[in-house]
């Protein structure tokens, strides 16, 4: 499946987003992407921290190696997203459809995952300390090597906390 480009609209809402992030919120503006569809989205390696993202739609959007940290997720679909190696570190992504997103290696430690929709998806690798794991739908979801020391019911947890 080919990815879409960023609208010139998206673009300069991403420019404002990282001028407002590197300048302590001082200047630019925060990026306003509630509802927004983006699904096909090539988003790679963008810095979206703290950006809100309700509702959107980023269904199969590159999303690998993208800044995420505190972004605001609640009900975005981001159902077959690549999210891999992606920041999600205090993302809100309650009630998020995850469903077959690859999260390998991405970073969802304190995220708050309440509601959500994971089957399907691929965490192998993700570091899950101090999520929110409550209510969320796990039916076939890889988490072979995923950091979780408090563990999911249902998996084996070695010594260090890892999921075997």
């Known amino acids: 499946m080919k990815k879409v480009k960023v609208t010139e609209g998206v673009k300069e809402k991403l420019e404002q987003h990282k001028l407002?992030?590197?300048t302590s919120k001082k200047e630019g503006k925060r990026a306003n992407l509630r509802g927004a569809n983006l699904s096909d989205t090539n988003l790679r390696g963008a810095d979206l921290e703290d950006a809100d993202l309700a509702d959107a739609?980023?269904?199969?959007?590159?999303?690998?190696?993208?800044?995420?940290?505190?972004?605001?997720?609640?009900?975005?679909?981001?159902?077959?997203?690549?999210?891999?190696?992606?920041?999600?570190?205090?993302?809100?992504?309650?009630?998020?459809d995850l469903v077959?997103?690859?999260?390998?290696?991405?970073?969802?430690?304190?995220?708050?995952?309440?509601?959500?929709?994971?089957?399907?998806?691929?965490?192998?690798?993700?570091?899950?300390?101090?999520?929110i794991l409550v209510d969320v739908n796990l039916v076939d979801a890889d988490f072979k090597g995923a950091y979780c020391p408090k563990g999911l019911k249902g998996y084996e947890i070695n010594k260090d906390g890892y999921i075997k």
């Open 20 to 22: 407002w992030l590197e």
């Open 57 to 96: 739609n980023l269904e199969g959007a590159d999303l690998r190696s993208a800044g995420l940290v505190d972004a605001d997720l609640v009900d975005a679909d981001l159902s077959g997203a690549n999210l891999r190696g992606a920041n999600l570190e205090g993302a809100d992504l309650e009630d998020a």
């Open 100 to 131: 077959d997103a690859d999260l390998v290696d991405a970073d969802l430690s304190g995220a708050n995952l309440r509601g959500a929709n994971l089957a399907g998806a691929n965490l192998a690798g993700a570091n899950l300390r101090d999520a």
